[in-house]
């Protein structure tokens, strides 16, 4: 779903002295230093290192924080950095090619390693200073993956651990409060990587700890008001995590001047629009629009079987019903200016990213842009949360453990678990046989270890025995898989007797299905959705 982009008005974050820049110059871990970061209650945002210096220094930051990356410091086009970056007083940090370059720039070497170092490694602490404070001669667990290396340090900079490898493991220039480290503190194998990066950000930066839920919200809501004023506001509310949240908060900020709207798509999961219901009108007291558009999708949806085309002709209607549902609140005087969206972090990122995006497998078409005649700004509550951050804030808020510990749901729903065509038939068995899985799952207490946990209808039918009658029904494929982000995934061990009890409950309840299987695929190369 798109607005227009102008005045999201969630751009500055909450402290009076900005945050910890983090500068990415291409790591896989990039984003794994800014949770970290904020797990020490110390606020944080990655800025591409293409960002010119004054718009860096217009955000305040305490510290800057280097990243690792792929490149080499010599490399032809290697990333780097203003040199005036080191000019300023600023605390800088700098990761693995961070440090390598912060070294080069202020007058150090760095070389091609004879080995690579990668994988878990152990540095000797010579000094208990920066990161390492009061690890001074001990010897520390640390995760390296590095190429190339640091050969000599720049003027004012001293060793202050080394590896079998790095004699430069981490560098230091304790006055100027320029720290460097060859390995990464923000990997969970790096056993005191939290130790590490607070004693940087408290002891060396004495960054403000006041990055938590609470104030978050506090201060959410806050701009919230400000950003939307008198006006009034419309979201989709899907009973996913993030729409929740981002709801609640605005709804906080501007009460019935927001209206949610439901829709009933019917791919939804077993008593999913009840329960929606429920809890936003009935609990939390959000005007809350439940749309029956089951037919409306269903019609839609009648005869088609190709993967793509299912997920656009459900973003398309979605958007006609969402359309529909906003016009009728501006000819009843209530006209939306905002439209509320969830989106994370990680997408913020993602589209101002060094990187660029990677290649799409599927459109993940939620919902296309919205129509130009709606016109809607964004209202885009979330956008600095990672998704633990969302789940902490919708805690603070009062929301169910149940709810903010969901597995993610596919905005096209059972549609994509439906391959083939999508009948009313074939979702109410999918439906009968999924409430058994789901059931089953978390009486055995899976539930939250599993990234997701599903039913998938296979359309093919089987002949099977039933008594002394011969069946001839469809087989139901059981997904379950477990991954830390979706991007890969492997399939469950579930135990045994999790599904021969699943198994013998579908295949006995549910009507018009006679066969389990357990798809054992990981991802790559097969996808966590069968379309
Ligand atoms: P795949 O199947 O690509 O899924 O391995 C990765 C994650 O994305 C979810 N998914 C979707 N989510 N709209 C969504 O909102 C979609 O069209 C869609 N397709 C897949 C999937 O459930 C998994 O969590």
Request: charged letters at 25%.
């Amino acid at each position: 779903m798109s607005g227009t982009k102008e005045d999201t008005g969630m751009e500055s974050g909450m402290n009076e002295s900005g945050p910890v820049v983090i500068l990415d110059f291409g790591s896989q871990y990039t984003q794994l230093i800014a949770r970290r970061v904020r797990e020490q209650h110390v606020y944080c945002e990655i800025h591409p290192c293409t960002k010119p210096l004054d718009e860096i220094w217009a955000l305040r930051p305490p510290a800057v924080i280097l990243s690792g990356g792929p490149a080499s410091v010599y490399g032809e086009g290697a990333p780097t950095v203003d040199p005036a970056l080191f000019e300023r007083g600023v605390p800088v940090l700098g990761i693995c090619y961070g440090m390598q370059l912060m070294c080069h720039l202020l007058g150090g070497k760095v070389e091609r390693a004879d080995e690579r170092e990668y994988g878990p490694a152990t540095i000797s602490v010579e000094r208990g200073e920066g990161l390492l404070l009061e690890m001074g001669g001990e010897d520390v667990d640390v995760w390296m993956s590095h190429g190339d290396r640091v050969a000599s340090i720049p003027d004012g900079f001293e060793v202050s651990a080394t590896s079998p490898n790095s004699p430069f493991a981490a560098v230091a220039d304790p006055g100027r409060r320029f720290f460097g480290v060859q390995f990464h503190p923000e990997v969970g194998h790096t056993k005191r990587g939290a130790d590490m990066l607070r004693a940087f950000l408290v002891n060396v930066v004495g960054a403000p700890a006041n990055w938590t839920p609470e104030n978050f919200a506090t201060a959410t809501i806050r701009k919230v008001k400000e950003q939307i004023g008198d006006a009034n506001a419309i979201c989709g509310l899907s009973g996913g995590v993030d729409s929740s949240v981002a709801a609640m908060l605005v709804h906080r900020a501007i009460g019935d001047r927001l209206t949610c709207v439901f829709v009933d798509n019917g791919l939804l999961r077993a008593g999913e629009a009840e329960e929606v219901v429920a809890m936003f009108r009935g609990r939390f007291d959000l005007k809350l629009i439940h749309v029956d558009a089951r037919d409306e999708f269903l019609n839609a949806l009648a005869g088609e079987t190709d993967p793509e085309r299912k997920r656009k002709i459900i973003g398309r209607v979605f958007i006609e019903v969402f359309d529909r549902e906003a016009r009728a609140l501006g000819e009843r005087g209530e006209e939306p200016t905002f439209l509320v969206q969830g989106t994370l972090y990680p997408d913020v990122i993602e589209s101002v990213s060094f990187k660029g995006p990677s290649a799409t497998i599927k459109s993940h078409h939620n919902v296309g842009g919205l129509p130009d005649h709606m016109k809607l700004k964004l209202c885009e509550p979330l956008r600095l949360l990672f998704k633990d951050e969302v789940r902490e804030v919708g805690t603070a808020m009062g929301l169910p453990r149940d709810l903010l510990w969901r597995q993610p749901f596919p905005g096209p729903g059972l549609a994509i678990r439906c391959p083939g065509e999508v009948t009313r038939e074939r979702l109410r068995i999918l439906r009968d046989a999924d409430v058994i899985l789901d059931a089953e799952v978390r009486a055995a207490g899976l539930y939250e270890s599993l990234w997701q946990s599903f039913c998938v209808l296979v359309p093919v039918r089987t002949v099977g025995v039933m008594g002394d009658e011969r069946t001839y029904d469809y087989v139901i494929a059981i997904r379950a898989v477990t991954s830390s982000d979706g991007m890969t995934a492997d399939w469950a061990r579930l135990p045994y007797e999790l599904l021969a009890k699943v198994s013998s409950r579908i295949i006995n309840e549910v009507r018009g299905c006679n066969r389990v299987c357990y798809d054992i695929s990981s991802k790559p190369p097969a996808t966590i959705e069968w379309e």
